[in-house]
């Protein structure tokens, strides 16, 4: 924890505003991010809580605001460079692992991807690293050369997320990563990313509806509502005495959290 | 020579071949990078040369002296109908030796002779894109183009080494152009593309359907990508040629019967009889 006490912050946001027509899908919302810190952001659905993933990793834009990472503004630096910093420092995982695979491309090749993208060259290398990898994820390395369709739903999840973290990035974006698959995948998969979350020291932003998976991973927790941020803090303190009447709500709708 | 006074010279209209030879002068530009021009109707079906016999008629000048391959082989109907429709259409001399030709325009090979500064390769193209078969959406892969974010590419070829050991990319094997863009080099076979590399001769890619010219100019690197493990190898079959004797050429197979009987023969067939000729001269 020693690391999230630094004083810069990886990530900044500062009052990110977006319309979509008569809808404030982002209403004046600040957040920081520091390194090795996992922040959730949780709400209802079309609270803003995707746009705002969005928008910070560059992906979108807000009608006013900032976003800077390391003092760089990302709304305003080039494609190529976001682009670079998305296949190098940062990572996406998507809820549906479709949207973050390549499908018709074996485990080993989906991994491999970031590598030769950032300049790998030798095969055999490659091959190690994505070895190493699916280890990681808890997948046996033999089905290296499957192509991920024959995977089940959490085993592509857990895919997707050695592929992103393959080139060790500092940042890790996840829009609902524990969607759709089981409560006992769920489970296992929480259990794996809290793991890598603290080997590798990530800042993880991770967006999601289940109470439960941010009290499990997050440090700090930002409730959203109509595109405001009504409340925020550590994780404990916002769940076991929440100030804000949604949040309230929120919490006491969540059958034992 | 005349040409039929019903057409334009060359066929195409002036201003239509102004348009593509805008198209070349900016593809010679900028080595690799594919530029759309407005393709014509031609009176051949796409697929059969559109593209090369648009940028062939483009360049084409009365002085030309022009030979048209498919496969390498100058007596196949592509080859023979390309050249009587520019014999009839621009009057110009056509011929089945490469070097005495000062316009090649071919199908699916380079050459085995060594190409001169004086001479023009015009290749013709089915997909340019190189990126297509991974990339489905255009305007994506423009966007990889513009941003040599060519990752991709070796996920291709590591798929192949992952399931058959090795690159089995034979033909239309991806390179890199100028050390900036990854250009198809249309379907030739991958034994022809250390060719490409600081080739002496200017060569042009015309896709007809896919409305897109892009060009090598002389001595430009072309690299074929590989892996620093499995190092590119150009592919040819393990024979001599049946009928000149060569073991260094591009060879095809040809069934004589039908009880399994085959030989190997060069694919190039200029290149073949020369050999043969100089085999009958010397005996």
């Known amino acids: 924890m020693n690391e999230r006490s630094s004083k810069t912050p990886l990530l900044t946001a500062r009052d990110l505003t977006l319309r979509f027509g008569r809808i404030a899908a982002l209403d004046g919302v600040d957040l920081d991010i520091h390194p090795g810190e996992v922040v959730a952001i949780v709400g209802e659905s079309g609270s803003g809580k995707t746009t705002l993933l969005r928008v910070l990793s560059g992906l979108m834009r807000p009608d006013a605001g900032e976003v800077s990472y390391l003092g760089q503004d990302v709304l305003g630096m080039s494609e190529a460079a976001r682009r670079r910093l998305m296949r190098t420092e940062w990572g996406f995982v998507h809820q549906n692992p479709r949207d973050g695979l390549r499908m018709a491309v074996s485990a080993g090749g989906n991994i491999g991807e970031r590598l030769m993208a ?21 997948i046996d390395p033999a089905r290296m050369d ?19 973290l393959v080139t060790l990035p500092k940042l890790v974006f996840m829009d609902e990563p524990t969607g759709g698959l089981d409560v006992s995948v769920q489970a296992r998969l929480l259990d ?21 998976a941010a009290r499990l991973l997050a440090h700090r927790m930002l409730v959203m509502r109509h595109g405001v941020v009504v409340e925020s803090g550590l994780t404990d303190r916002v769940l076991d005495d929440p100030q804000h009447p949604y949040t309230q709500l929120l919490v006491s709708s ?3 959290a | 020579m005349t040409h039929d006074p019903g057409y334009n010279f060359a066929y195409l209209d002036e201003s239509t071949k102004r348009m593509i030879r805008r198209a070349i002068l900016k593809a010679v530009a900028i080595p690799g990078h594919q530029v ?22 483009a360049v084409l000048g009365p002085a030309d002296v022009l030979k048209v391959i498919d496969q390498g082989s100058d007596d196949t109907t592509n080859a023979v109908s390309i050249r009587a429709f520019f014999r009839r259409t621009a009057g110009i001399a056509t011929t089945e030796s490469t070097e005495a030709a000062t316009i090649i325009q071919t199908r699916h090979r380079i050459p085995e002779r060594k190409l001169r500064e004086d001479q023009i390769l015009v290749y013709q193209v089915p997909i340019p894109e190189p990126l297509g078969r991974l990339e489905p959406r255009i305007a994506e892969t423009r966007r990889m183009h513009a941003m040599a974010d060519y990752g991709l590419m070796h996920v291709k070829l590591y798929e192949d080494i992952a399931r058959h050991g090795h690159i089995a990319t034979s033909y239309s094997y991806p390179v890199m152009v100028n050390g900036r863009y990854l250009m198809s080099p249309s379907p030739i076979p991958a034994f022809d593309n250390p060719k490409m590399d600081q080739m002496p001769a200017l060569q042009l890619f015309g896709a007809g359907r896919e409305k897109r010219i892009y060009a090598v100019p002389p001595y430009t690197s072309v690299k074929s990508l590989d892996f620093d493990d499995h190092p590119f190898r150009p592919i040819r079959a393990p024979h001599v040629c049946e009928l000149c004797g060569s073991g260094d050429t591009y060879l095809d197979e040809v069934l004589t019967d039908d009880v399994g009987g085959r030989i190997f023969v060069c694919s190039d067939t200029d290149f073949c009889s020369e050999r043969q000729a100089m085999k009958e001269a010397a005996e």
């Open chain 1, 254 to 256: 969540v059958l034992a």
């Open chain 1, 192 to 212: 794996l990313i809290r793991a890598l979350v603290a080997d590798l020291g990530l800042a993880v932003l991770i967006v999601t509806h289940d109470i439960a």
């Open chain 1, 146 to 164: 499957e192509v991920p369709a024959k995977f089940s739903g959490g085993m592509q999840q857990r895919l997707q997320i050695a592929r992103t």
């Open chain 1, 118 to 138: 950032t300049g790998a060259r030798h095969y055999g290398n490659i091959r190690e690293q994505a070895s190493h990898w699916l280890t990681r994820v808890e």
């Open chain 2, 36 to 57: 759309p021009f407005g393709s014509r109707e031609m009176p051949l079906p796409y697929g059969w040369g559109t593209g090369g016999i648009q940028v062939t008629a």
